[in-house]
């Protein structure tokens, strides 16, 4: 069974298939606490979930009639099922299905598992401002491909040198897609664009948060 905090479908706001339509599968819980934490309802015990198994989350997907699925939180591979729920999602061919990690589990027994399908990663780098940097799984690094996404969400001027250094040290961008997300009520993504141009630094993606544009940044289902 499967705690689920939310689901819905709606926009992808961020990740490779940002602007199209997605079905997200929010679950419940994290082993993190960030200081910007935008989701803290998944794991605060504000909110009530639904225990749903894994054919049902995947009935629902299908009935959606979406094509994009994001399985998102708190921490997704926090569920102690999640491999069912994946092995039932990987057999089907017409979806695209993300996870969002947050990048302090090892990834390493699901890319082994589902290597070349349907799965792929959107896996958080927490810099310093999270308050977080140290819980990282930088073994990760070694685990993505180039149909996965690193994500480092920066707050601050700190983060972004922080992010320029792991990326050239690690050569990040010859292993995956690497996007800059700014956290945006405490650093201006014209910081980022400055940065980037600066650096000359062609080959890494800045991305704002698109549903917190369209609805308010509070706003839930969207």
């Given at each position: 069974?499967?705690?689920?905090?939310?689901?819905?479908v709606?926009?992808?706001?961020?990740?490779?298939?940002?602007?199209?339509?997605?079905?997200?599968?929010?679950?419940e819980?994290?082993?993190?606490?960030?200081?910007?934490?935008?989701?803290?309802?998944?794991?605060?015990?504000?909110?009530?979930?639904?225990?749903?198994?894994?054919?049902?989350?995947?009935?629902?997907?299908?009935?959606?009639?979406a094509?994009?699925?994001?399985?998102?939180?708190?921490?997704?591979?926090?569920?102690?099922?999640?491999?069912?729920?994946?092995?039932?999602?990987?057999?089907?061919?017409?979806?695209?299905?993300?996870?969002?990690?947050?990048?302090?589990?090892?990834?390493?027994?699901?890319?082994?598992?589902?290597?070349?399908?349907?799965?792929?990663?959107?896996?958080?780098?927490?810099l310093?401002?999270?308050?977080?940097?140290?819980?990282?799984?930088?073994?990760?690094?070694?685990?993505?491909?180039?149909?996965?996404?690193?994500?480092?969400?920066?707050?601050?001027?700190?983060?972004?040198?922080?992010?320029?250094?792991?990326?050239?040290?690690?050569?990040?961008?010859?292993?995956?897609?690497?996007?800059?997300?700014?956290?945006?009520?405490?650093?201006?993504?014209?910081?980022?664009?400055?940065?980037?141009?600066?650096?000359?630094?062609?080959?890494?993606?800045?991305?704002?948060q698109?549903?917190?544009?369209?609805?308010?940044?509070?706003?839930?289902?969207?």
């Amino acid at each position: 069974m499967f705690k689920v905090i939310e689901r819905f479908v709606s926009i992808d706001g961020e990740g490779p298939t940002s602007g199209e339509l997605a079905a997200f599968i929010r679950f419940e819980g994290c082993n993190l606490r960030c200081t910007w934490c935008d989701t803290k309802y998944s794991w605060d015990g504000s909110c009530s979930h639904e225990e749903m198994e894994a054919r049902d989350i995947y009935q629902y997907i299908k009935d959606s009639g979406a094509r994009n699925v994001t399985l998102t939180g708190g921490e997704p591979l926090l569920q102690k099922d999640m491999l069912q729920l994946l092995d039932t999602l990987a057999l089907d061919s017409m979806l695209h299905v993300h996870i969002e990690t947050n990048g302090a589990m090892d990834i390493r027994k699901y890319k082994d598992r589902y290597r070349d399908g349907n799965i792929s990663y959107v896996v958080d780098y927490k810099l310093p401002a999270s308050g977080m940097q140290m819980t990282m799984k930088n073994n990760n690094f070694e685990h993505v491909d180039m149909g996965d996404v690193y994500k480092f969400v920066i707050a601050s001027e700190e983060d972004l040198q922080e992010t320029w250094n792991i990326v050239n040290k690690h050569k990040l961008t010859e292993r995956c897609r690497v996007y800059l997300s700014p956290v945006v009520e405490s650093f201006e993504p014209k910081s980022i664009v400055e940065f980037m141009i600066s650096r000359k630094w062609h080959d890494v993606r800045l991305q704002v948060q698109v549903h917190k544009v369209i609805w308010p940044k509070d706003m839930r289902g969207v």
